[in-house]
């Protein structure tokens, strides 16, 4: 009887508290009490989460304690071990403590709860890591009583010792010097990022010379200078953590470097690692306000008081910026893929709207008397014009569906560019249909489709003119930016030969009636020289891309 009773207030108690036994999923993941019209506490929890230790490998157990500060004794908790990266719910807890309770939320034992509602100044229990896990971090709900909890109380970072590519592009962002590297391995080099705080946990292996360190840069650019370096160098008192700024292609300026937690560091079968979380956020000294890097991973010798030596080899550099702070994926120099999905992209535009569009369109404008041959029905000049159009709305439609393959959503890096290129996307689109529905040569309304017909080619021509110039800056990495300054030059020669085009079209005009047989043709002998023109101008810059 007295059980049943004791029974029933506890179960009473749990459910007002939140967490009715065995009806705990809802609760997960957002470890809010359910059924709590209340909202959580705003100001600092008066409880902590302590770890005996900060570093686990796979199978460790580690005590975890939720302790109150005096006078705040609390009646009800909900504890989870979650990724830093990816969030999470990850390992399992061994249920020893009867005052605890192991809940399934991600797998048996993944959360652990109160099972009474008694009065507690701590609560201890232990949580075993698993295999292959990033950073972790133990994050708790606490209920001083029914009207008054705290969520989102957190314990300090646990990093993992071993490194691993298998949480790569879930749980944390890594950038390698080849495909499939494998952080323990002596024949790769690694780094791994995880956002926390303004910092980072950062993770990197490689097999330097001896005595030698690993470094990753973050660059605002392709090249060396004023570029936050993070270093993991050999020196004669063990493997230690340096921070430098670079000095253009001289020995790198040091940095103060503020770390938090413990600082994971070995040399072992020539394979040099180190694991650290830094607490500064990434500064290069912009000179843009951004949080997207281009990252290097370089190697070298170093002295015997860890002072770093030039690079062995050219540093591996990744293809684009990256948004750490965003970013879960997994990229490397070499086999970067996305970097061609780029090219090909630009190579596209390139064509599409250098030449074939510009063809197209001159001809529409320029050459119905001079290709005026009737074919099916259709002047010849019909004919071409309607057959390089769709070309280039089809090479548009492949270069456009590469780059969303690639960026599969939205850079804001990438400033006005894709904006105004979705935008001719749409325009040059609808245009062929457009013209499908046109109404005939002489029908009274015919004027209507010239005219938008025309201003709508226009408004493209206008716009692309500059997608095609962001674009370019975009990919040109060059401190001249030649790629643009090409561009530029390629637009004088084309406005030139409209100017010319026109001219001679107006002259003929006035001529027409009287010897419309005698006209020479020599708009069809400056498009000759246009184009000719054309095809010099995209062979530079396609060569300018293709070695960007
Ligand atoms: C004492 C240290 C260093 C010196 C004296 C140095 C010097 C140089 C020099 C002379 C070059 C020109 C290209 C070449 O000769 O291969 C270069 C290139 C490069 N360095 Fe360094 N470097 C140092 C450390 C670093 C570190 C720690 C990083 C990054 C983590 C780095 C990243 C790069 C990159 C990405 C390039 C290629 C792009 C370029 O040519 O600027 N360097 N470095
Ligand atoms: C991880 O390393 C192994 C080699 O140990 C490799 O086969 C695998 O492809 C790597 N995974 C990633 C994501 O790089
Ligand atoms: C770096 O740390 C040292 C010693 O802690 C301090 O004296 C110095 O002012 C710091 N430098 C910067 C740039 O913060
Ligand atoms: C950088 O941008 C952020 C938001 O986009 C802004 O809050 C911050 O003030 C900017 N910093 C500088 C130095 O312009």
Request: hydrophobic share 40%.
């Amino acid at each position: 009887m007295k059980t049943t009773i004791l029974f029933f207030i506890c179960e009473c108690f749990v459910s007002v508290l939140g967490y009715p036994e065995g009806n705990i999923s809802p609760a997960c993941n957002t470890m809010l009490p359910q059924h709590n019209r209340y909202v959580p506490q705003t100001n600092p929890p008066p409880y902590t989460i302590t770890v005996s230790k900060t570093t686990f490998s796979a199978g460790d157990s580690i005590s975890v304690t939720i302790q109150a500060s005096s006078g705040n004794v609390f009646k009800g908790f909900i504890l989870e071990a979650w990724t830093l990266g990816g969030n999470a719910i990850t390992g399992t807890f061994s249920i020893t403590n009867s005052n605890t309770q192991g809940l399934s939320c991600s797998g048996t034992n993944s959360a652990v709860s109160h099972t009474s509602p008694a009065d507690k100044l701590s609560i201890a229990t232990a949580w075993v890591a698993p295999a292959d896990v990033g950073p972790v971090k133990f994050r708790a709900t606490v209920l001083k009583d029914f009207a008054t909890f705290w969520s989102g109380v957190e314990s300090d970072i646990l990093m993992p010792v071993q490194m691993s590519n298998v949480t790569c592009g879930t749980q944390k962002f890594c950038f390698s010097n080849q495909a499939n590297c494998n952080p323990n391995s002596n024949n790769c080099f690694f780094m791994s990022a995880v956002p926390y705080n303004d910092g980072f946990v950062i993770e990197m292996s490689g097999s330097p010379p001896n005595p030698g360190y690993v470094a990753i840069g973050f660059s605002d650019d392709q090249i060396m200078g004023s570029d936050d370096i993070y270093i993991c160098t050999t020196s004669s008192t063990g493997v230690m953590v340096q921070r430098a700024l670079s000095m253009g292609h001289l020995p790198p300026q040091s940095r103060n470097l503020s770390t938090t937690g413990s600082v994971i560091t070995s040399y072992q079968n020539g394979v040099l690692k180190c694991t650290f979380i830094t607490l500064s956020s990434i500064s290069t000294q912009a000179r843009a306000n951004t949080t997207s890097y281009y990252i290097f991973l370089a190697n070298g010798p170093s002295l015997a008081n860890g002072q770093i030596q030039k690079h062995s080899q050219t540093p591996s550099i990744s293809a684009s910026k990256i948004d750490l702070s965003r970013f879960v994926g997994s990229v490397n120099a070499q086999g970067d893929g996305t970097r061609n999905l780029v090219l090909g992209h630009g190579a596209l535009m390139l064509i599409a709207w250098m030449t074939t569009g510009t063809i197209g369109m001159l001809i529409a404008r320029y050459m119905k008397l001079s290709a005026n041959q009737v074919i099916h029905g259709k002047g010849l000049w019909f004919l071409i014009h309607v057959f390089f159009m769709i070309l280039t709305v089809i090479l548009t439609i492949i270069a456009f569906i590469m780059i969303f393959a690639k960026v599969s959503g939205w850079s804001d890096d990438a400033g006005a560019h894709p904006v105004l290129g979705c935008i001719v996307m749409i325009l040059s689109f609808l245009q062929p249909f457009g013209a499908l529905l046109r109404p005939e040569p002489n029908h009274k309304r015919r004027f209507i489709f010239n005219w938008v017909h025309g201003l709508n080619a226009l408004v493209i021509k206008v716009l692309a003119v500059a997608t095609i110039f962001l674009g370019l800056k975009l990919v040109d990495s060059s401190t001249i930016q030649w790629l643009p300054k090409v561009m530029g030059g390629f637009y004088a020669w084309e406005v030139l030969f409209y100017i010319i085009l026109e001219i001679n079209k107006h002259v003929k005009s006035k001529g027409n009636y009287e010897v419309p047989d005698k006209m020479d043709h020599n708009e069809t002998t400056i498009l000759g020289i246009f184009i000719c023109g054309n095809i010099a101008f995209l062979i530079s810059l396609l060569v300018g891309i293709g070695s960007s």
